[in-house]
């Protein structure tokens, strides 16, 4: 027997107001991932916890398969997404702020 695609009716409220996150938290337990999604401000240390989203095991990883192909498709239309390199903080690098310049350079 083959397997079909259920067809879902995927309702969104007018009234749903979208979250801006630039920084997660990911915990989990043996049958839970938990993600925390925030708002970091550059050179704020205090990050926002804005939304809380608890899927089983299976359901991450299904979203992390669907996360991937959706960024394989971006990517092919907008080019590739450059990320910091290897060993760079990444929190650092978005969030580190401007340094100033080194002394005895005035510019």
Known sequence: ???KRQQLNVELPTNLEPTYANFVLITHSPSEVIMDFAQAMPNQPQVRVKSRLVMTPLNAK???RALQENLSK???THGEIHMPGQGDDLARAFFGGIQPPPEGDEG
């Open 1 to 3: 027997m083959a397997n």
């Open 74 to 76: 971006y990517e092919a």
């Open 62 to 64: 299904l979203f992390l």
